[in-house]
């Protein structure tokens, strides 16, 4: 089973601002679903955003 991290997670371990993140979700850069309130991402997505791939 994968792990899901929450955009506050991703924004930590990316070093960038939450906001960002947020934007990303919002421009569909980032992969992301939505568990009631919650945005989460998955670890596969996570490492393709560490190979430096947005899009």
Avoid: F
């Amino acid at each position: 089973m994968e792990n899901y991290y929450t955009p506050k997670e991703i924004s930590d371990k990316l070093k960038l601002n939450i906001r960002t993140i947020y934007k990303w979700i919002r421009e569909e850069k980032i992969n992301a679903v939505k568990l009631g309130d919650v945005w989460r991402i998955s670890e596969s997505e996570l490492q393709r955003l560490l190979k430096g791939e947005t899009e």
